[in-house]
Nanobody, 114 residues
């Protein structure tokens, strides 16, 4: 199983970015995929998750600003991030859960300048 995350970068506060996570080696329709983030000196926290059945949930801090979506044709999960704030600065990681096993992508840096 491999997760390829991309889309991070430097953006000004109020701007937008879209992260992508391409999942290979699983049956995509049976895979739960989530985005986590980890700021320097802090623990890794859940940002948004999408279940294999299509439901989604979000951390309170990103509700109304971030949207997670799935594209089964491309085996990809996206995290659209709008109205970015400096406190969103972190390394963002893609996570997949498949048949009770957990897999991580390599992380992509998101930096929001004030």
């Amino acid at each position: 199983v491999q997760l390829q995350a991309s889309g991070g970068g430097l953006v000004q506060a109020g701007g937008s970015l879209r992260l992508s996570c391409v999942v290979s080696g699983t049956i995509f329709g049976l895979t739960d995929v989530s985005w986590y983030r980890q700021a320097p000196g802090k623990q890794r926290d859940l940002v948004a998750a999408t279940r294999s059945g299509g439901s989604a949930n979000y951390a309170d801090s990103v509700k109304g600003r971030f949207t997670i979506s799935r594209d089964s044709a491309k085996l990809a999960v996206y995290l659209q991030m709008n109205s970015l704030k400096p406190e969103d600065t972190a390394v963002y990681y893609c996570n997949a859960r498949y048949y009770q096993r957990e897999y991580w992508g390599q992380g992509t840096q998101v930096t929001v300048s004030s």
